[in-house]
């Protein structure tokens, strides 16, 4: 936890480019390491266009995480970020259990991603009248168990059994499993950053690499805290 706070002090610091291309290395590293199908992230950078930012480092960094990435929001200086990978998500979509879920919800009876993701990207749209709730089904879309998402949508987050990435209303163990191993990875990814041995090779044409960015400002480049949408 302390590389990550490390991480998370620092880079406000940073240019927008290796602010996001950081973060997404740290707190979508679940995803980046196929532990779930995909990590849901607040890019927030006050008085810019966060989400023009991203657009500029976005194939390069698609790239070289071998992910997919969707942006659910945008607006007042914050993006909503899905990054994904395309064969889990389409396999946690596909659950029964999911589909019957999505179709409560008003999703069209489609096991096409871009159909699902368009209809998710609406909802989030939507969301932003009044009188229309967050979207909570994209808890699907991040990899949670069916079960614990229709639990937080039928009781409204109360009755849990277990709080970690996501409120648990089934299996308590194998959650929590899996809740170490993604901390694992996003410490493993916030270290491998602190120590200057991970770089990305894109960012050459916008900034330098990880290491060299460190070495000219003489200080580390990093990702903010993400995995939530408080405040957006």
Request: aromatic residues 8%.
């Amino acid at each position: 936890m302390c590389a990550i706070r490390n991480l998370m002090m620092q880079i406000q610091e940073e240019d927008a480019e290796t602010y996001i291309a950081s973060m997404v290395r740290c707190f979508a590293a679940p995803t980046l390491e196929g532990l779930k199908a995909g990590s849901l992230l607040t890019l927030s950078r006050p008085g810019e266009d966060v989400a023009a930012a991203w657009r500029r480092v976005e194939s390069g960094l698609l790239r070289d995480f071998r992910v997919k990435a969707l942006i659910l929001r945008e607006g007042e200086g914050k993006a909503l970020l899905l990054v994904y990978q395309e064969n889990l998500l389409l396999e946690a979509v596909s659950d029964s259990k999911a589909q019957e879920l999505l179709s409560r919800q008003g999703y069209p009876p489609s096991l096409s991603l871009p159909t699902l993701l368009s209809h998710l990207q609406g909802r989030f749209d939507r969301q932003r009248s009044p009188g229309e709730d967050f979207p909570h089904e994209v808890g699907l879309f991040l990899g949670y168990p069916p079960e614990d998402v229709e639990g937080f949508i039928r009781d409204g987050g109360t009755g849990n059994l277990a709080v970690g990435y996501w409120k648990v209303y089934g299996n308590v163990k194998k959650a929590r499993r899996a809740f170490r191993a993604f901390r694992r990875a996003e410490r493993k990814a916030a270290r491998a950053m602190l120590a200057g041995t991970f770089s990305l090779s894109f960012l050459g044409s916008l900034s330098c690499t990880a290491e060299l960015e460190a070495q000219k400002h003489k200080k580390l480049w990093l990702p903010s805290g993400a995995n939530n949408t408080g405040g957006f």
